[in-house]
């Protein structure tokens, strides 16, 4: 090994986003982005990746040990990490001025997704089949709002069994990885927010296929 090699090996920069499948290769990878499968209608990603600040892949790391000590053979299943700027910039162009601006961050805060904190993700079971939540993931309206949960469960818009699944999920990344939920989407997890969130990372707009 030469010694420029060594220097190199020694001072490279810490890489600024990690892949989910090199932290665990069980995640289920389905992000919709990359497919015109989703609200937009068109594809937005050039690749199927989930891609997070290291610190936050670790995170998920441990709400996936959570899930195999305390629900042995359900995995998790990514729907979204990272999304470059300007791909919310595209998001915003088509919601503004609509009843699903609500549903979409606006860029010039940025969402938590473009500092690479933030996962959209759902279970799948042992035989690899996606957990019926009671909605769809992207669904918009308030059957996929947590704060509703125990008002449509009483209503019968929400199956017993479809609260659980949510909560099951909840645990996993708020007890077991401590991400923080959010109270209209139960797909949504971030790491930090606010000032603690912009305090440790900037937003990136790094295209998707460009992080080794
Ligand atoms: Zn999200």
Known sequence: MTVSFLTLMLFAPAP????????????V??????????????????VARCLLRPEVGAMLGRAQ???????????????????????????????KG???????????????HNFGAAVDLTLADAGGHEVDM???YDFFGPLAEPRHEERLLKEGKLTAAEVAARKMLRDAMVKGGGFKAIPNEWWHFDAWQGKALRAKYEILDVPLDAIR
């Open 16 to 27: 600024v986003l990690v892949d989910a499948k090199d932290l665990d290769v069980r995640f």
């Open 29 to 46: 990878i389905d992000i919709r982005y990359a497919t015109s499968d989703n609200f937009m209608h068109q594809k937005l990603y050039p």
């Open 65 to 95: 040990r959570y899930l195999d000590q305390h629900h042995h053979g359900y995995v998790l299943m990514l729907k979204d990490c990272y999304r470059p700027h300007s791909v919310q910039l595209q998001m915003w162009a088509v919601v």
């Open 98 to 112: 609509t009843p699903q601006q609500a549903y979409v961050a606006d860029p010039t805060p940025g969402s938590v």
């Open 134 to 136: 009671g909605t769809p």
